[in-house]
């Protein structure tokens, strides 16, 4: 069974730095893409990064610049560093197994919150 855990979320203020970690199991990590998606309150799933297994990382234009995805394959994590975070950024956090953007209903883990406000 597929399963991917989110944390790292939390309560900041603007422009904190903040890391979130998605542990992986149940799938060939090391041979697979993972994304990271969001939901903001009252808004629609969004994608925000994806790496490959190569270790290239991709970026929405909202995000890109201020966040950095990385993965540490030996460990099945993946991770998702953001810098400079604004109230635009205060969402639900959701780690995908695979590329979002090639597959949205990918499997998903049950999210991480990350609120930004002052």
């Known amino acids: 069974e597929v399963q991917l855990v989110e944390s790292g979320g939390a309560l900041v203020q603007p422009g904190t730095i903040l890391k979130l970690s998605c542990k992986g199991s149940?799938?060939?990590?090391?041979?697979?893409?993972v994304s990271w998606v969001r939901q903001a309150p009252g808004k629609e799933l969004e994608w925000v990064s994806t790496?490959?297994?190569?270790?290239?990382?991709y970026y929405a234009r909202s995000v890109g610049g201020r966040f950095t995805v990385t993965r540490y394959n030996p460990g099945n994590t993946a991770y998702l560093q953001m810098v400079n975070l604004n109230s635009n950024d205060t969402a639900l956090y959701y780690c995908?197994?695979?590329?979002?953007?090639?597959?949205?209903?990918?499997?998903r883990g049950q999210g991480t919150l990350v609120i930004v406000s002052s």
């Open positions: 995908t197994a695979g590329d979002y953007r090639k597959n949205p209903t990918a499997p």
């Open positions: 149940g799938f060939a990590f090391k041979t697979s893409d």
């Open positions: 790496i490959d297994t190569k270790f290239l990382g």
